[in-house]
């Protein structure tokens, strides 16, 4: 079994910068990848970033060139830096992991950018 625990989440005004954390615990010998979706109010589940296990990244357009992320695989820890936040970057974020074919997901965590 895995749990992911984020934190970092949190109120900014546009243009500001936020650094999300997620780190993993428990079977974690086998990951796959590990990144970040997020749900607006309202809105459906969006991919954000991934990161695999060998290094390889993807982003969402709408994040690409602001967003970052990385991963301390010591620490099965991965992070999302963001920067130049706008507010429709505003929603709860969610880590995911998978790994051996399971998903795993976050609780999640507010970020809200204000105008």
């Known amino acids: 079994q895995v749990q992911l625990v984020e934190s970092g989440g949190g109120l900014v005004q546009a243009g500001g910068s936020l650094r999300l954390s997620c780190a993993a615990s428990g079977s974690t010998l086998s990951i796959d990848s590990m990144g970040w979706y997020r749900q607006a109010p309202g809105k459906a589940r969006e991919f954000v970033a991934r990161?695999?296990?060998?290094?390889?990244?993807n982003y969402a357009d709408s994040v690409k060139g602001r967003f970052t992320i990385s991963r301390d695989n010591a620490k099965n820890t991965v992070y999302l830096q963001m920067n130049s936040l706008k507010p429709e970057d505003t929603a709860v974020y969610f880590c995911?992991?998978?790994?051996?074919?399971?998903?795993?997901w976050g609780q999640g965590t507010q970020v809200t950018v204000s105008s």
């Open positions: 990161i695999r296990s060998e290094g390889t990244t």
């Open positions: 995911r992991l998978l790994s051996s074919g399971r998903i795993y």
